[in-house]
């Protein structure tokens, strides 16, 4: 997911496309992050918890950077 956010980054995009391709990555290393390194899948309830926050913060992030453009 890193390199996809590198090749996004040299691939000429620009603006919010470019800021909403990085932070759909970013969604998707910090779901993985949480769910099988810190172990959130065996707690599926705070596992829901989690994802919905960053759910939260992500459309937010995604909003803003949408309206930056």
Do not use: C, E
């Not at 995009?13 to 959130?40: C, D, E, F, H, S």
């Amino acid at each position: 997911m890193s390199a996809g956010s590198t090749l996004a980054a040299v691939s000429g995009l620009t603006g919010p496309v470019l800021a909403l391709t990085v932070l759909a990555l970013a969604w998707g290393k910090a779901q993985l992050i949480l769910n099988r390194y810190l172990g959130l899948a065996q707690a599926p309830a705070i596992a829901r918890g989690f994802a919905l926050a960053l759910a939260i913060f992500m459309a937010v992030l995604a909003t803003l950077a949408a309206a930056a453009g």
